[in-house]
């Protein structure tokens, strides 16, 4: 498995706040795009990924990510939202048969590469199993898991960031404003059955309009999703 590098100059504060979210029983669609501000082929797909929050079955039954890679970084300009770790993931796609190969702009639905944006497709298809319900409370920076297994499982936890913006000066995408949504800002992951919690006291500040979460589920070593759950922090 990867390891995680994950480097943040600060963080931010999270209020004293309750909430709770879940999935459906359904199976979640989850979109994740593999990115980077140094890729000249990837604002189109980052805007696409954008318009998903007007989607009403966003944090429904829909999840989108995007994982800013950093092999993109040493021409020109450096990602801000880049890690080390989000290209090992992708590249451990690879390894899984996951995907054909390590790219951006790249898209994985439902642990699938995905290839219709290329053509045009908008539609995304939803899954058709029904792992059952995932269900996700906060209260006072303490973030707990639920969901009806006995097997032993990964519960991975995502800060999203919504509304940012870079103003490109070098690389490919040289005097460009570019703009983000569902940008993985930090992740972590947490082994156990059925429940699972860890600490949301604070979570990284990238000057972004809104944070969101994600939460998804996959069997040790593998990176295929069992179920998904998202939602807005504030």
Same mark, same amino acid.
């Given at each position: ?112 590469? !995905? ?5 045009? %497709? $908008? ?7 029904? +792992? *059952?319900? &995932?269900? =996700? ?65 604070? !979570? ?5 309009? %809104? $944070? ?7 069997? +040790? *070593?593998? &990176?295929? =999703? ?9």
């Amino acid at each position: 498995m990867y390891r995680l590098w994950l480097i943040f100059i600060c963080l931010l504060p999270a209020p004293i706040l309750a909430l709770e979210f879940s999935s459906d029983a359904g199976k979640t669609t989850v979109v994740e795009l593999y990115t980077s501000e140094g890729c000249s082929s990837c604002p189109p797909a980052d805007k696409w990924l954008s318009s998903l929050k007007s989607d009403p079955d966003l944090f429904k039954t829909l999840l989108p990510m995007a994982f800013h890679v950093d092999y993109w970084d040493g021409l020109g300009w450096s990602d801000r939202f880049a890690s080390e770790a989000y290209s090992q993931r992708q590249r451990e796609m690879v390894r899984q048969g996951i995907l054909s190969q390590v790219y951006t702009p790249g898209f994985v639905v439902n642990s699938r590469e !995905w290839r219709g944006w290329f053509n045009g %497709q $908008t539609t995304l298809k939803k899954p058709d199993s029904m +792992p *059952g319900i &995932l269900s =996700v409370s906060l209260n006072d920076g303490q973030l707990a898991i639920r969901f009806d297994s006995n097997e032993t499982l990964m519960a991975h936890v995502a800060v999203l960031g919504m509304g940012l913006g870079s103003e490109v000066e070098a690389g490919e995408n040289r005097g460009r404003r570019l703009e983000h949504d569902f940008v993985v800002l930090d992740k972590r992951q947490l082994s156990g059955q059925q429940y699972w919690q860890t600490s949301l006291a604070a !979570w990284p500040d990238k000057q972004q309009q %809104q $944070t969101a979460i994600a939460v998804w589920l996959t069997r +040790p *070593g593998s &990176l295929e =999703v069992i179920q998904a759950a998202g939602g807005y922090l504030e």
